[in-house]
């Protein structure tokens, strides 16, 4: 069936450092694409989404592109902040009425 | 702007007792679900339902009931609470339409002692 792996962390980043979170899929066709973040004591929210191939989804100063040729849908910010901190989880739909796929969460600290 | 609701927020329950947890939606989401949240264990699907009077099972079903009475509103169950059910479960609606974007709600912290 179809899964998400993405790399479980933790991570611990300084402040303005450059992340890369990696996510690969393996999915029938080409599904759209998440990637939810969830801070502290809160759920999980929609951080940014690609619907197609070579897509590009952006949001807060992260972006990920949806890369077909290698299955990856990696995160990425140029320079990171303490408000950042946070748990990301990358997601695909599953086929039928069932929800999306899961990867187990990568938890983020950023440390000023 | 309330989007996915659910209550209570906290609850502590002794062993065999029973609860139930609510959620609500005002989005008019045919597809609800109910998901647990362990450390190290990510997200794990316990029901879902996808439309009024629907329910099926998930992941982790065992131990828990749900109910779809109305579209807004999927409740989930705990019978007998055992400690293995200390968990942090969220409530999630889906779009129906493509690209198919989960909401979340705030979670509901539930401790069996």
């Known amino acids: 069936g179809d899964s998400v792996t993405q790399m479980e962390g933790p991570v611990t980043l300084s402040e303005e450092a450059f992340l890369t979170i990696n996510c690969t899929y393996t999915?029938?066709?080409?599904?759209?694409l998440f990637w939810y973040v969830q801070y502290p004591g809160e759920g999980l929210q929609l951080l940014l989404k690609?619907?197609?191939?070579?897509d590009k989804g952006s949001n807060k100063g992260f972006e990920a592109t949806y890369r077909k040729e290698t299955t990856s849908f990696h995160l990425e910010k140029g320079s990171v902040q303490v408000s950042d901190s946070a748990v990301y989880f990358c997601?695909?739909?599953?086929?039928?009425?069932?929800?999306?796929?899961f990867g187990k969460g990568t938890r983020l600290s950023v440390i000023a | 702007n309330a989007g996915v609701t659910q209550t209570p927020k906290f609850r502590v329950l002794k062993t065999g007792q029973s609860m139930t947890l609510l959620c609500a939606q005002d989005?008019?989401?045919?597809?609800m679900y109910w998901y647990r949240q362990d450390p190290g264990m990510g997200l794990r699907l316990i029901h879902y339902?996808?439309?009024?009077?629907?329910?099926a099972k998930g992941e982790v079903p065992d131990g828990y009931n749900v109910s779809r009475l109305k579209k807004q509103n999927f409740l989930l169950g705990l019978e007998s609470a055992a400690p293995s059910q200390t968990s942090v479960y969220f409530c999630?609606?889906?779009?129906?339409?493509?690209?198919?974007?989960?909401?979340f709600g705030e979670g509901s912290w539930l401790t069996v002692v």
């Open positions: 999630a609606s889906r779009e129906d339409t493509p690209g198919n974007t989960i909401y």
């Open positions: 999915a029938t066709g080409y599904p759209s």
């Open positions: 690609a619907t197609k191939a070579d």
């Open positions: 997601a695909l739909p599953n086929s039928g009425n069932t929800p999306l796929v």
């Open positions: 989005m008019n989401h045919e597809y």
């Open positions: 339902s996808v439309g009024e009077g629907t329910t």
